[in-house]
Each structure stands twice: as structure tokens, then as C-alpha cells.
């Protein structure tokens, strides 16, 4: 066996270790809390799954009209007869190898393009990195700061339709990004799909990603779909002022990047008409989506919400102020900062009516915001590592923000310990 | 005229920068509304269901029910006194009252908190010994060597009325988000310098 099989053979091997030691993690933090009455995982499992029953599906899909995750779940527990529990961290399994295993593709297609071929162990480690990152948790700065609420983080562990959407979340950036590339540039060879002949194929991948994301929550769908048509706007009404005949060709591009999501878009329209017209959400007879007072929701959870974006957000924020051209001007740093300054946006004022004020439900759009702004930011991060740390000062700024991610890691294994207890 | 060009550009640059400060010192300092207060109080010994603050204001300087904060004692043995930001500097006194049956308190420490972060940490010895009046305290020792302040109360009614000092160090404590604003002021005027530097560039080939 020559040197390079045997790297790839060690890469694959660290990276199925990893994704094991993964897997047991979620196993771990699903089991410790489900027995809690008021997890998220015991809701879902105790009191909506119970409803996906012959007699009542309609009640169940009604109030719980994103049903990927329960969907698993029946399928691990009535078909392969798996206990009930155990379904629902083995359905939680696969979906947090999926997304870890679909950060690892994407930051080993970063690390080819680079040139380093040889590169899975790596793309490995940072994806698990990635996977158990959270918010930066300081216990003496406010001891009443809610570990898991006052922080929101990419990584939701808590919540199992949220965790459900993160790798539906990653293939649809990776896919908007490559058909954009596409579109500016027929001779495009896109960096994580081949992008060869047209762009048929993709616009039905993405619609399918799409799709998906959206029966596993529709969260990331409210977020995305806004920053995709800002952004596509935009570049329209660039390409309306510059003059150069582009402007027509870009707008039937708009077109079918709508088309796309008009499946998940009309998916979206029913569970929004199940969930507030039909009285669905969760059998709350006057939930109604409002206009709140700006950040009320967040506020409910945290005193100083600046304070917690910056200890939530540390990592992709130093990124962004060691090379903010990047967030502006090439399509993956805009798309990623757009989605989050939409989620924000969608945090500080949208809400649902009492008694469902509380459930802060959009605040979830902004957490898939800060999804992507952590995989952008890591990627860029390796990218300005391999290419300009040319200098002392350089070297030094990008060290800073590798610490600044592994603290973030280290406060994932710390609240992944508080967690399982 | 060149010269002239060059040094006129350089005094647009100096009056943004300037007008920049003077804009970011506004928002700094602009006296927006207060955060609210915490104060809390950490026991090593407690026992009772909950513990009440009452506090005086500069129009109402009566200790009574329409201004009583109550405090469940939490499973961590600590009570959480919410104070609302409406009360920022008009505060004028503070009685703490403790629950009503026998027993040998021991606080471990008492922390100040306004906008998600702890503004003081008192020493509970220097905390409890600037006390304007009690009632039914039967004895209270302060024990510096490690930090902790005993106070035997009695069934009836035991309360303590801190000291004018003390009131007036906590009413600094709410804080108006001045370093938070300064925090934002210094992150955008690091990516608008970073940004112009271009330390770090991007090319048509990054993806």
C-alpha cells in the first residue's frame, strides 16, 4: 500500500471514529433527557408522537406538522420493533451524523481545492469540532444567564427537530452556492458539487434539500429562502443599474431559484394554516404569529442580549472582523452573514401570542443563521490559514480566532457533561 | 494645488475620525434606560421557604407591602431579588427580612447584578456589617478568616435594615449597557479597519 492510500485509509478511519463517538454522545444527551417532564425530547416523544396513531394522525400531523424526526422514530419503533426510547436516540443519532458527516465533506472539498488531497482527518476533527461547538458559558459573569437558552448556539443538543434540519440546512448552501457559480460563470466547476452540464439537476436537489428541511422544521426554510431572495434581489437590481444587458438573463436565474422553493414554500403555508388557523400548535387554542416589541422574546432569557450574541457568536465574529470584505463580497460570506442578520431580525421581532411567548419558535431560524455562519467562518478560516498567513501579525490574528473556536468546543464538552449529568 | 488636494484629503480623513469618536462617545455616554438589578444572596445555611427585600424610595420612604420583593429560596440555597430598572436612583433604603423561624443563617457571599453581569461581589462580612437596624436578630458574627457572615434569627419577624452607605454602593451597580455599546462601537470600528487595511484579502479564486 502506498503513503496516500494509506492517509486515506487513517482519514476514513478518523472520521468514522469520530462520527461514532458522536453518535454515543447524542445516544447520551437524548436518554438523559427524556426522563425530564419538561425536555424538549419528552414532549416530542411522550405527548406528540402518541398522536401519529391510525385515529388521530390528522391531530398529530396538526400539532406537530414537521415530522421528519417522529417519522424515524415510528419507523425504528413500529417497524423494526426497537423500543420507543431507544428509537428516539438512534433517530437523533442519524441525523447528527448526517450533518456531521456532511461538515466533513464540505471541509474536505475546501482542503482539495487548497490542494491538500489528503486531508479527512483534519476535515474530520474540525467537523466534530463543529458539531459539539457552543455558546462561550462563563459562570461568574451572571449566574441567573440559562445555560442553554440566554446562549443559543448552532448546536441545539436539547432539541430534536431543530438538530433534525442542520444537515438539510448544509446541503442547501453548498447547493445555492455552487448554482450561483454556475450562473455567473458557465464554465464554473463548482467546489462541492461537479456543477457538469446544466443547472436542471441541481435546481431539483435543491428544491429536494429544500423540501426536506422543511418537513424536518421549518426554521431554517424562514430564514434561508428571505436571505437567498435578498440577496438575488439585490444583484438584479445591480445588474438593472449597470446596464449591460445581464439583467434579463439574471432575472429568469431568480426565477427558478423561486421555483425551487415553491415546494417548500407551499409545505411551509400548510403547517403555518395547520398550526395557526387549525388551532394546531401544540392544541393552544389562540396562538397567532405577532409583531413584538424589538429582541421581547430573547430579552425573556437574557439580560444582556449584545452580551450573549458575542459570547454565542464569538468564533464567526472574529472572523468576520479579521476579514469583513469577505462577508460582503463573495456569495458564501454574504449568503452566510444574510441568513443571520435575517434570523436575528426574525428574534428580535417576531413571536407567538401568549401563552406561546415563551417557546421563543423564532428564534430557531436565527440559530440556523448562526449555523451557517459557523461553517462559513471555519471554512474561510482554514482558507486564510493555508493562503495569507504570510506574516507574524497574520499568524498571530488567525491563531487567536483557533482559540477562540476551541473554547467554543470546550464549552460544548463542558455543557455536553452538564447535560448527560 | 496637488499639495493643496493632498493635505485637504488628509483633513477629511482627521474630521471623519473625529466626527466618528464624537458619534461613537455619544452613543457610549447617552444616558439610555438602565438594565434592571439583581442582588443575590448565596448561603451555605438556610432553611425556610423564602426571604423578602423591602426597600424605600425618594417618594415613598415607608417599608411596606406594595414594595416588597419576594424570593423563593432556591435548591442551591441562594434567593434572587429582582430589582426593576424604574428603581435606578431612587432607591433610598433596603431591609432584607429573613424567614420567620429560628435558625443559624450563613451567607457565603452577596452579588450585584445589572445586565447579565455580576457588577459587585461582596464580601458578606463587610455586606452585613453596615447595618442601620435589626429586629429579632439574636446574635450575628462575621468570620473573615472565611468570609462568611452567621446571623441567628428568631421566629418572630427577623429583619436588618441595611446601612446608607451600602444602599447608595448598590444603587451604582444598575447598569446603563455603557460597556456593551462601547463593545459594539469597537467591534464595527475593527472591521471597518481591518477592512480598509485589507490584512486579509480576498481574491476572485477564494471561495
Known amino acids: 500500500m502506498n503513503k496516500d492510500a494509506k492517509l486515506t485509509h487513517r482519514g476514513h478511519a478518523v472520521v468514522i471514529l469520530l462520527g461514532v463517538i458522536w453518535a454515543y454522545i447524542i445516544y447520551a444527551v437524548v436518554m438523559s433527557e427524556l426522563p425530564q417532564i419538561m425536555s424538549d425530547y419528552n414532549g416530542h416523544l411522550y405527548v406528540y408522537l402518541p398522536l401519529f396513531s391510525r385515529e388521530t394522525l390528522l391531530e398529530g400531523w396538526k400539532a406537530v406538522p414537521y415530522v421528519m424526526w417522529h417519522c424515524v422514530v415510528l419507523f425504528l419503533n413500529r417497524l423494526l420493533h426497537i423500543p420507543l426510547e431507544t428509537s428516539a436516540a438512534y433517530s437523533s443519532c442519524i441525523f447528527a451524523l448526517f450533518s456531521y458527516f456532511l461538515i466533513c465533506w464540505m471541509l474536505h472539498k475546501v482542503f482539495q481545492r487548497l490542494g491538500e488531497e489528503e486531508s479527512l482527518a483534519k476535515a474530520g476533527f474540525f467537523a466534530f469540532g463543529l458539531s459539539i461547538t457552543q455558546g462561550i458559558y462563563c459562570y461568574w459573569l451572571d449566574t441567573n444567564i440559562n445555560r442553554i437558552q440566554g446562549l443559543f448556539s448552532p448546536n441545539p443538543l436539547y432539541n430534536p427537530t431543530q438538530m433534525c434540519v442542520n444537515g438539510f440546512s448544509l446541503l442547501c448552501l453548498c447547493l445555492v452556492y455552487d448554482i450561483w457559480g454556475k450562473q455567473k460563470n458557465d464554465s464554473y466547476h463548482g467546489v462541492f458539487f461537479k456543477m457538469e452540464g446544466g443547472l436542471k439537476k441541481y435546481y431539483i436537489y435543491l428544491a429536494v434539500a429544500l423540501f426536506c428541511s422543511v418537513v424536518a422544521k421549518p426554521t431554517f426554510a424562514e430564514m434561508f429562502i428571505p436571505a437567498v431572495g435578498v440577496l438575488m434581489l439585490w444583484n438584479w437590481i445591480s445588474a438593472i443599474r449597470k446596464k449591460n444587458g445581464t439583467a434579463s438573463l439574471y432575472f429568469k436565474h431568480c426565477l427558478h431559484m423561486f421555483f425551487c422553493a415553491i415546494p417548500a414554500l407551499a409545505y411551509m403555508f400548510l403547517q403555518f394554516f395547520s398550526y395557526f388557523i387549525l388551532q394546531g400548535s401544540y392544541g393552544s387554542e389562540e396562538a397567532n404569529v405577532i409583531i413584538t416589541d424589538c429582541m421581547q422574546v430573547w430579552r425573556m432569557f437574557s439580560e444582556n442580549i449584545i452580551l450573549s450574541i458575542g459570547l454565542g457568536m464569538a468564533f464567526p465574529l472574529f472572523v468576520v472582523l479579521l476579514n469583513p470584505t469577505y462577508f460582503l463580497k463573495k456569495d458564501l460570506g454574504r449568503l452566510a452573514l444574510t441568513g443571520y442578520i435575517i434570523g436575528l431580525l426574525e428574534a428580535a421581532f417576531l413571536g407567538e401570542s401568549e401563552p406561546k411567548l415563551a417557546h421563543a419558535d423564532f428564534i430557531w431560524p436565527m440559530m440556523s443563521g448562526m449555523l451557517l455562519m459557523w461553517v462559513v467562518s471555519l471554512m474561510r478560516l482554514i482558507v486564510l490559514e493555508r493562503t495569507q498567513a504570510d506574516s507574524g501579525k497574520k499568524k498571530f490574528l488567525i491563531d487567536g480566532a483557533w482559540f477562540l473556536f476551541f473554547v467554543h468546543v470546550l464549552c460544548g464538552y463542558s455543557y455536553i457533561r452538564w447535560l448527560t449529568g | 494645488m496637488k499639495a493643496w488636494l493632498k493635505s485637504s484629503a488628509h483633513i477629511r480623513r482627521i474630521l471623519a475620525a473625529v466626527f466618528g469618536i464624537c458619534i461613537t462617545a455619544l452613543f457610549v455616554f447617552w444616558p439610555f434606560s438602565p438594565a434592571p438589578l439583581h442582588i443575590r444572596l448565596h448561603f ?23 414594595r416588597c420583593i419576594v424570593s423563593q429560596i432556591a435548591e442551591g440555597k441562594s434567593v434572587d431579588f429582582y430589582l426593576d430598572a424604574s428603581l435606578a436612583e431612587h432607591i433610598r433604603g433596603l431591609r432584607i427580612d429573613w424567614p420567620h423561624q429560628e435558625q443559624l443563617l450563613c451567607v457565603k457571599s452577596v452579588a450585584i447584578s445589572s445586565a447579565g453581569v455580576v457588577q459587585k461581589e461582596f464580601n458578606p462580612c463587610t455586606f452585613f456589617s453596615d447595618i442601620a437596624f435589626q429586629n429579632n436578630i439574636a446574635a450575628q458574627s462575621m468570620v473573615q478568616i472565611r468570609n462568611r ?35 459594539i462601537c469597537l467591534f464595527f470600528f475593527g472591521c471597518f479597519f481591518f477592512g480598509r487595511r485589507k490584512l486579509f484579502a480576498v481574491s476572485e479564486e477564494d471561495i
Do not use: H, W
Open chain 2, 149 to 183: 457572615a452567621y446571623i441567628r434569627t428568631n421566629a418572630e419577624d427577623p429583619y436588618m435594615i441595611l446601612g446608607e452607605t451600602t444602599v447608595s454602593q448598590i444603587q451604582k451597580y444598575f447598569s446603563r449597557y455603557r460597556l456593551t455599546r462601547l463593545a
Open chain 2, 44 to 66: 451555605d445555611e438556610i432553611t425556610g421557604d423564602r426571604c423578602e427585600l423591602y426597600y424605600t424610595t425618594d417618594t415613598a420612604d415607608e417599608y411596606s407591602g406594595d
